[in-house]
Every structure is written in structure tokens, then in C-alpha cells.
């Protein structure tokens, strides 16, 4: 009697992957990235009970799928292999040989193009073994760490304030402030001499202003000065000495002034002897005449 084959009604028909529940849930599934989950199921739908260990993730077969930028296929490349979610059968090499891979939730086909060691690496359920690295502390982490001395959590701190209450800081000193004092430490300075009311002349308003005996001196002293000769008038201190007379040598830098020379002062003295000496003869004539 002929065995029928069983139609699934209730989904569509159609091949499908099968993704079990043991890859969704392991380790090594959660760890990925959203474009190795993608990349995996690119991979899964590939498998047809019988290409295990063929499976292709070139940049050309995936373009077809929409798949544009080669180093995001090389990151999940990398992610699903470190995840061993699937396994490298043959290294590809220019000019067009592609490499092949295998999901590691089933068992390898046998194919006599695999590398060499390449069967006897694979295992199936690999992917169990994973388990995700731990992450690097944060710097947070281990200042939280170092500031409770070993412990994972920070110390909390008490924030209740004592029953007391909580006191203000005195803005005054605890003795008080103290004003500055109007004198000084030793006292204040006093004058030896204290001043008198009235000057030691005598107050000007006391004085009388205009009396026989002032007016008395006054006119003595008026009629001693014309009774007395008149001093003589003194010789003037300048001279007019020409400009080519001057020495440079007598030049004096503090008064800024030239000395004038011995010859000027000398002919000075000569004038003024033939003066005298005219004068005289003028009043001897005169004598004579009379």
C-alpha cells in the first residue's frame, strides 16, 4: 500500500528553515548583532538536507539579496563564526573561488572538497559551548568599586540629621566684636608749650593806632636820612663785551655766563682814569679863570 505524503495545511506552501528553539535561547544566538541574525538566516535559507558545508556568504551571491556593503558582511562573518553558529569548510581564493560554510545545528554533509582537517573539526551543537566574554568594567564600575573598598555597591551615606539639630556657623566671633578705639594704644600725644590767648606782642586791637610819640619818631628819622649824603651809587655789574671778545675757555658751565676778559676790565680802568684826570684840569682852569 503506498504511503501518502502528509500536506501541512496550516502555514504556506513551500520550503522552510528550521530554526530551533536550543539556537534561539543559547548564548551564542544572543550575543549577535541585527545584521549577523540576518546574515545567519541568509545562510539557514540556503540548507536543503543535503549542501551542509556548502553554504555561500561571497559578496556576489549576496548582493542578489540586497546585501550592499562588504564590511558589514565581514563584521556578522566574523560575529557568527566567533559565536560558532557556523563553521568554515573550504578558504576561498582569487580569481573566483568562493568560500564554503556549514550551520553548526546540524551534521555535515560529506563532500571530498573540504579542506584538509576539515571533518574532523566540525562538531554538531558546537554552539553550545559559547558563552559570552565579559564585558570590560566601566569607569564608573570601578570608581564605585575602589570608593567601597571591594564591595559592589557604593557606602551609603547617612543624610538624617543629628536629634540636636543642625547648627548655624556663628557669624561673629564667640568674645564679640570689638570697635576701634578713638586714640591710640598709648594714649593721646599732649604739646609741651600750650598756646597762649594772646599773641606775645600783644593783641593788635589793643594797640592805639596813630599817637605824638610814633609821629615824633617818624619825623626824626625822616629828617636824619636826607641830613645824611646819599650813598654812592654803585657801579653797574654788567659791561658790553663784542661777541668776538669772548673766550670759549671762560665760558662757566654753572652760570651758564662767559668771564669777561682781564683786557676789557683793564680799559674799564683807563677810561675812567682819563675821566678823572679831564675833571681835575677842568677845575683848575676854572680856579684860574676866577
Known sequence: MSKRLRIDDSREPGGYCALPWS?????????????????????????????????LLSANYLRS????????IERARRDLLDAKLIYQTVQGHRPNKASWYAITWYTLDKFPNYDAGAVEGFRRGMYASFQIP????????????????????APKIDLNPPSSGVKTAAINPDDGVESLSTTPADGAIRTLLYPLPTPSNGHHLDKPFCTGESVQRATLQ?????????????????????????????????TGEFIPPKKARERHQKQEAEGWVNAALAEVRSQNHK
Request: charged share 30%; net charge negative; hydrophobic share 35%.
Open 222 to 254: 625822616v629828617v636824619t636820612l636826607s641830613a645824611e649824603e646819599e650813598p654812592e651809587k654803585e657801579t653797574s655789574q654788567f659791561e658790553r663785551v663784542r661777541e668776538c671778545e669772548l673766550d670759549s675757555s671762560q665760558f662757566d658751565p654753572v
Open 65 to 72: 539579496r540586497q546585501w550592499r556593503s562588504k564590511d558589514v
Open 23 to 55: 539556537v534561539i535561547d543559547s548564548q551564542a544566538f544572543q550575543s549577535l548583532s541585527y545584521p549577523a541574525v540576518a546574515l545567519l538566516i541568509e545562510l539557514a535559507r540556503q540548507y536543503v538536507r543535503n549542501n551542509n558545508g556548502r553554504l
Open 134 to 153: 565579559k564585558t570590560a568594567p566601566t569607569r564608573q564600575a570601578l570608581f564605585d568599586k575602589w570608593r567601597g573598598h571591594g564591595k559592589t555597591e
